[in-house]
């Protein structure tokens, strides 16, 4: 599968907004729904957000809901994701993964992961 590259991450205040990104270099998405998945220091990895292949459908953590926006832009090749009224308990790397689908109801990745991007957010 293609490489992903997420960008987007820093710091910010609590209250504060990031758009992070989720390109894939050189080739074109495959028809798969896309996910971002986040993981906290010592916490496991945890779905955040996914779309179809399509991007007609979403679906959100219920703790991110309201609060964050996944789009794809087939155009640019690009999933953003953008998390607005930030809260320290967002504090972790992010990554997406080009092959995610729910099993049994939990989000799963299983296409190849990037590097991820690190969100930190101050209280």
């Known amino acids: 599968q293609e490489p992903l590259v997420e960008s987007g991450g820093g710091l910010v205040q609590a209250g504060g907004s990031l758009r992070l990104a989720c390109a894939a270099s050189?080739?074109?998405?495959?028809?798969?729904?896309m996910g971002w998945f986040r993981q906290a220091p010592e916490k496991e990895q945890e779905f955040v957000a996914g779309?179809?292949?399509?991007?007609?459908?979403?679906f959100y953590a219920e703790s991110v809901k309201g609060r964050f926006t996944i789009w794809r832009d087939d155009d640019k090749n690009t999933v953003y994701l953008q998390m607005n009224q930030l809260k320290p308990e967002d504090t972790a790397v992010y990554y997406c993964?080009?092959?995610?689908?729910?099993?049994?109801?939990?989000?799963?990745?299983?296409?190849?992961w990037g590097q991820g991007t690190q969100v930190t957010v101050s209280s």
């Open positions: 993964n080009a092959d995610a689908a729910p099993v049994h109801g939990e989000w799963k990745g299983f296409g190849s």
């Open positions: 050189g080739r074109t998405f495959s028809p798969h729904a």
């Open positions: 779309a179809t292949w399509t991007g007609n459908m979403t």
